[in-house]
């Protein structure tokens, strides 16, 4: 195996920068920016009054372009209000943060993911067949994802996992059962004592002769993946990529995107997602906003390639090769099992296409019974937060499982100003007692369930690259159901009533914030 090159001292000491310098830095620029655009403004509309007429016009030409274009509506109504209030400030910030091209200049290359084969195609087309006999709807949102690419497996079985502890022992055993090749993708990626014993496994497979790669995200890790532990992984033969890191983009503000991917690979036939990161809080090992509530799933079979594929072609983007063909990571084995899974994935190379959201929106859409969420943040487009409504009105019981010991106290204010319209027409909102609720999942109708990296915010649906997988008439969908009513069971109602208590000042503060909250 070829050996992955280690830094240059120079590299090696650009990420030796500590997190609160990356991170003062790019704070410093911002307000540099800010602040030129803001004099710049004063000095034209009193020196040069007819430049800052002039400028004032191009930002409502700006303004109007932004409407027109496709894409998120809440997107363009906060650029919309910025460039008409303040013109030139607003066209300078625009073309910083604004367009299509921050992500598209990451040293990301667009390639497309391993060609399938024909027959995977067509044995992919007979899935979606068969499901559309049996559940009519769930076929359609099967033929969406499979025509951008996302093929519908069976042949596959599913486990779902409730607690990150009992995540992290089948990840392990797992592990070191590998005897081809591991992927593994997250946005994080911590030291301490599940690293630990994630680490003595990769080094000692790594020995035995298997492929160990990793990706994980830069700014997701500033503070919890060292250079010494960066450089073990490396000594040890594992190839590694740092995905958009820090250094490099902190002078053009290209933190929004990231790779907020958690994907597990072994030999193609187990692959894990879900909200666990690979950390110690998620394994409640200490406490940080009481219990942490985070779930996952395996995924074993022909499903497993859909996790493979979505590794390797991120692989690709960065810039990086593999040794073999990519039909040598397909899995070697066959496993029988009930139901279909479809993997998918997102990012922003493909806006304004965006599947995740469209998916959320047609499971909304497609629940007659019972539609059970659960997400740490909600921040979305007046046509989801319509969709949820409706689905109440129509006598579908919608329950949102959300954090009562949130992470991000004023993510959660901004949460809260989209609730009162859901409670008015009968959506339930659990506030989850024991802590903090990480796992993001969707269970519709006792039939089928989504499980991934993806959060209900703009951020999930616009900004990061985040993977997921449906499940359709699968037995793992009644175990996630069952987590639900046992999460419910420990979960207090939030009223209405609760809901219009809130005093002036939060109410104020939470709807200024959510004017803002695309960047957040």
């Known amino acids: ?60 030409v700006v303004a109007i372009w932004v409407y027109l274009r496709p894409g998120s509506p809440s997107y363009k109504l906060v650029w919309m209000c910025l460039l008409l209030a303040l013109p030139v400030a607003g066209m300078i910030l625009f073309l ?13 290359r667009k390639v497309a ?20 006999r049996r559940s009519p709807a769930w076929g359609r949102l099967a033929s969406y994802l499979q025509s951008r690419d996302f093929l519908l497996y069976g042949g596959s079985q599913a486990r779902y996992f409730a607690e990150g502890a009992d995540f992290f022992d089948d990840l392990v055993l797992h592990l070191q059962r590998a005897e081809i090749y591991i992927f593994l993708e997250y946005y994080i990626l911590a030291e301490g004592q599940i690293w630990d014993r994630i680490f003595h496994v990769l080094r000692e497979r790594a020995a035995a002769g298997v492929e160990v790669r990793i990706i994980f995200d830069d700014f997701g890790n500033l503070t919890r993946f060292s250079d010494a532990s960066l450089q073990a992984l490396q000594d040890a033969g594992v190839e590694v990529e740092v995905f958009n890191p820090v250094h490099r983009y902190v002078n053009r503000i290209y933190f929004n995107y990231r790779d907020h991917r958690k994907i597990a690979v072994i030999d193609g036939v187990h692959a894990y997602t879900g909200g666990i990161n690979i950390a110690d809080e998620y394994a409640n090992l200490f406490v940080r906003f009481g219990h942490w509530k985070d779930t996952a799933v395996r995924i074993d079979g022909a499903g497993a390639w859909g996790f493979a594929s979505q590794f390797i072609q991120m692989w690709k983007m960065i810039g990086r090769s593999l040794p073999n063909e990519d039909d040598y990571y397909r899995p070697r084995v066959e496993i029988e099992g009930t139901g279909w899974c479809q993997p998918f994935t997102d990012g922003p190379l493909n806006n304004p296409d965006n599947p995740i959201e469209d998916t959320y929106l047609q499971l ?3 629940a007659q019974k019972m539609l059970y969420i659960t ?13 949820l409504c409706i689905a109440a009105d129509a006598g579908v019981d919608v329950r949102l499982v959300v954090p009562a010991i949130p992470d991000k106290k004023y993510v959660y204010m901004v949460a809260e100003t989209y609730w009162g319209e859901l409670l008015a027409h009968g959506v339930k909102i659990y506030r989850y007692t024991p802590g903090f609720v990480h796992a993001k999942s969707v269970m519709v109708d006792r039939e089928v369930a989504l499980v991934g990296s993806t959060n209900m915010d703009y951020r999930t649906f616009q900004l990061h690259y985040e993977c997921a997988v449906l499940l359709y008439h699968m037995p793992a969908v009644e175990d996630l159901l069952e987590d639900l009513d ?27 914030l959510r004017l803002v909250a695309i960047w957040f």
């Open 375 to 387: 997400t740490p943040y909600y921040a979305v487009e007046e046509s989801m937060q319509k969709a």
């Open 113 to 132: 993911p391993p060609a399938e084969r024909e027959s995977a195609r067509q044995v992919s087309a007979a899935n979606v067949a068969r499901l559309s």
């Open 486 to 512: 046992h999460m419910v069971a420990q979960s207090e109602p939030y009223t209405l009533a609760e809901w219009n208590r809130r005093s002036w000042l939060r109410k104020m503060c939470a709807s200024l």
């Open 1 to 60: 195996m070829r050996k992955r090159r280690l830094p240059q001292p120079e590299e090696r000491t650009e990420r030796r920068i500590s997190a609160a310098t990356s991170l003062s830095i790019c704070a410093l620029t911002v307000i540099a920016q800010i602040v030129l655009t803001l004099a710049l403004t004063q000095l034209l509309a009193e020196k040069i009054s007819y430049v800052y007429l002039i400028l004032e016009l191009a930002g409502a």
């Open 96 to 108: 910083l943060w604004g367009g299509t091209h921050q992500a598209k200049s990451l040293s990301l």
């Open 364 to 366: 909304i859409a497609s």
